[in-house]
């Protein structure tokens, strides 16, 4: 018997942690794998889709200028719930804290089809930050079936809020998955040339004078350091592109480029000196490939990165990244320990580890145990 489970994804980063999800589902022969793109972030989504092969069986294309997160949301309930009444599904998927997961998560529950939420239990405990994707988060949590917890700090977060133990399963981050995949077909590293920082931010919560605070200590930091070249690929949300554009762009050693491709993304994370980022992914991939990070916020729900000592919070105040990052770039021995290889976030193996959690509960519901869809 074949069971269907539909992939919800709308953003760069779902594509990037669904993918190994998806790509063991295609080789389970027990499974129809059905995916749903709700292209929250149109560009983004389309460049990850087609670099990660992933064919998508349903594509909402809800992006639209402007657009808030409940008007998002107002367009997304009915146009998934079609795809859910068309494909009737036994179990919908979804990674992360975005609108469009949410709306999975929503669609799902109001159809009583169970919802496994992938990279479940990141909190800061902090609706502010991330906004929205903290309360999404939380809400998200309240009815899922299945809480895929990267870390073993995720799950005890879940449980913390209640969530039954037999429904919380740590699985290591799905991202370290893709991560490994992607450069088992790259191949080796180029050596690296020169000291380089890579830059990314693109965070709601960072628009406005956070952002200009954080490319005055760019400037800062290219003249303090001749030597040290900045590579910044910039989101193309008009809150990030136009400050970026107007106090950065054509200087000498600062690099504009649009969001690069996932591997050549990689390929320059490999051969950056340091990275200076407020993006989820990169704090967990970074430790893998041995880059230091410094994360441009003032919290994280990604404590095992600082815990191991591959990261550290650098916040948003001008000065105190550039303290930071003269640090790190003045003390050989703590870039050194701050560069070791490490794997706070898997193994790489959690994508058939989710697929053989589904499978089992399966095969246990078709052999009589009762697994309601939903608390
Ligand atoms: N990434 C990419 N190209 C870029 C910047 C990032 O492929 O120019 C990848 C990166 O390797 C990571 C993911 O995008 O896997 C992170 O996405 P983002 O920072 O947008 O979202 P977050 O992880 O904060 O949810």
Known sequence: MTNTIVCVMGTRPEAIKMAPVVRAMKAAPWVRCVVAATAQHRDLLDQMLARLRIAVD????????????????ARMLPALDEVLTHEQPDIVLAQGDTTSVF?????????????????????????????????????????????????????????????????????GNTGIDALFQALGEMGAAPAASGRSILLTVHRRESFGAPLRDIFAAILKIVEQFPDVCVTYPVHPNP??????????????????????????????????????????????????????????????ERPEALACGSSRLAGTNAKRIVEEVSTLLETPDLLT?????????????????????????IVAKRAGAVLPATH
């Open 58 to 73: 349903h594509d909402l294309d809800l992006m639209m200028d402007g657009q808030t997160s409940s008007g998002l949301l």
């Open 337 to 361: 320990e701050m560069s070791q290889v490490r794997y706070p976030y898997g193994d790489g193996k959690a994508g058939q580890r989710i697929l053989d959690i589904l499978h089992g509960d």
């Open 103 to 171: 709306g999975a998560a929503l669609c799902a529950f109001h159809r009583r089809i169970a919802f496994g939420h992938v990279e479940a239990g990141l909190r800061t405990s902090n609706l502010e930050h991330p906004f929205p994707e903290e309360g999404y988060r939380q809400m998200i949590a309240r009815v899922a079936r299945w809480h895929f917890a990267p870390t073993i700090g995720a799950a005890r977060a879940l449980l913390a809020e209640g969530i039954a133990e037999d429904r919380i399963h740590v699985t």
């Open 239 to 300: 809150n990030v592109r136009d400050p970026a554009n107007e106090m950065l762009a054509g200087h000498p050693r600062i690099r504009l480029c649009d969001p690069l491709d996932y591997f050549e993304f990689i390929d320059r994370m490999r051969r950056s000196t340091l990275i200076l980022t407020d993006s989820g992914g990169i704090q967990e991939e970074a430790p893998a490939l041995g880059k230091p990070v410094l994360v441009l916020r003032d919290t994280t």
